[in-house]
């Protein structure tokens, strides 16, 4: 089966993609392109759906760069390959030939690119870094490469979406203490559970931050398991792990 990856228009100018589940060499859970180390998935398999990505955007193995994940609100500019990946959930290059990745299971992953400044950023925006300002510190961090924060782009590739993603009332009262204007992101679920909607807020952010050029692809990763990988699914499905899809963007 060959990559299955998704792009937009909006990102057009530049080599993208995010990617789905399809066209790699994993097998069972992780059925195909896991490219997350921290699943249990073998180590060499994920090396060889890593290099089928930077190879589809034009790179090798090498060129492609990630993070070490932790839902944290720091982004960090890239101008070489590192040796071990720091701690971070965004990065951001001017660098021609890196191919910036990121990798989610729910969780918003966000591309940014100015075209003028040609400038590249990708960002892993959970509820936690979202809410912490992980694609504000994406934007100032592209500011720091000579961005324009007029001119960049950004979409949100496949997430949870909000019929999907029920939450505490606990959950809203720490949105409630931290942004009080994100209220209205949250609708009634079932007794006292409630639904967040991760994408309206990450796009309330953005544009709140300056970002005009902002949107979702539409595609929700719990709903669709043929393409792609959904963390909640698997907690619900009682599986013992999950894969990890990766979004990446290149010069």
């Given at each position: 089966m060959s990559l299955d990856y998704i792009t937009t228009d909006a990102l057009a100018a530049f080599r993208h993609g995010f990617f789905t589940r399809n066209g790699g060499a994993s097998s069972g859970?992780?059925?195909?392109?896991?490219?997350g180390y921290g699943a249990s998935d073998q180590r060499e398999t994920v090396m060889i759906n890593r290099a089928r990505v930077a190879k589809a955007l034009?790179?090798?193995s090498r060129s492609l760069v990630t993070v070490y994940q932790t839902h944290s609100a720091r982004a960090v500019a890239v101008e070489a390959?590192?040796?071990?990946?720091p701690e971070a959930d965004a990065l951001v290059t001017a660098t021609p030939?890196?191919?910036l990745g990121i990798l989610t299971a729910d969780c918003q992953p966000v591309l940014f690119a100015d075209p003028e400044a040609r400038v590249i950023g990708a960002a892993h925006a959970g509820w936690k870094g979202a809410l912490g300002g992980v694609l504000e510190a994406t934007i100032a961090a592209m500011e720091s490469l000579g961005a324009s924060r007029g001119a960049i782009r950004a979409s949100i590739?496949?997430?949870?979406?909000?019929?999907?993603?029920?939450v505490g009332p606990e959950f809203r009262d720490q949105f409630r203490t931290e942004d009080p204007d994100s209220l209205r992101f949250f609708s009634d679920g079932q007794r006292d559970r409630l639904l967040f909607d991760l994408v309206g807020y990450g796009l309330h952010r953005l544009r709140q931050a300056g970002i005009q050029r902002a949107h979702w692809t539409g595609h929700c990763t719990y709903s669709d398991p043929d393409r792609f990988y959904s963390y909640r699914r698997s907690t619900h499905l009682k599986e013992v792990d999950y894969g990890r899809l990766i979004s990446a963007i290149t010069l």
């Amino acid at each position: 089966m060959s990559l299955d990856y998704i792009t937009t228009d909006a990102l057009a100018a530049f080599r993208h993609g995010f990617f789905t589940r399809n066209g790699g060499a994993s097998s069972g859970i992780f059925t195909s392109l896991n490219c997350g180390y921290g699943a249990s998935d073998q180590r060499e398999t994920v090396m060889i759906n890593r290099a089928r990505v930077a190879k589809a955007l034009g790179g090798d193995s090498r060129s492609l760069v990630t993070v070490y994940q932790t839902h944290s609100a720091r982004a960090v500019a890239v101008e070489a390959p590192f040796d071990t990946p720091p701690e971070a959930d965004a990065l951001v290059t001017a660098t021609p030939g890196l191919v910036l990745g990121i990798l989610t299971a729910d969780c918003q992953p966000v591309l940014f690119a100015d075209p003028e400044a040609r400038v590249i950023g990708a960002a892993h925006a959970g509820w936690k870094g979202a809410l912490g300002g992980v694609l504000e510190a994406t934007i100032a961090a592209m500011e720091s490469l000579g961005a324009s924060r007029g001119a960049i782009r950004a979409s949100i590739g496949p997430s949870i979406s909000q019929r999907a993603y029920e939450v505490g009332p606990e959950f809203r009262d720490q949105f409630r203490t931290e942004d009080p204007d994100s209220l209205r992101f949250f609708s009634d679920g079932q007794r006292d559970r409630l639904l967040f909607d991760l994408v309206g807020y990450g796009l309330h952010r953005l544009r709140q931050a300056g970002i005009q050029r902002a949107h979702w692809t539409g595609h929700c990763t719990y709903s669709d398991p043929d393409r792609f990988y959904s963390y909640r699914r698997s907690t619900h499905l009682k599986e013992v792990d999950y894969g990890r899809l990766i979004s990446a963007i290149t010069l």
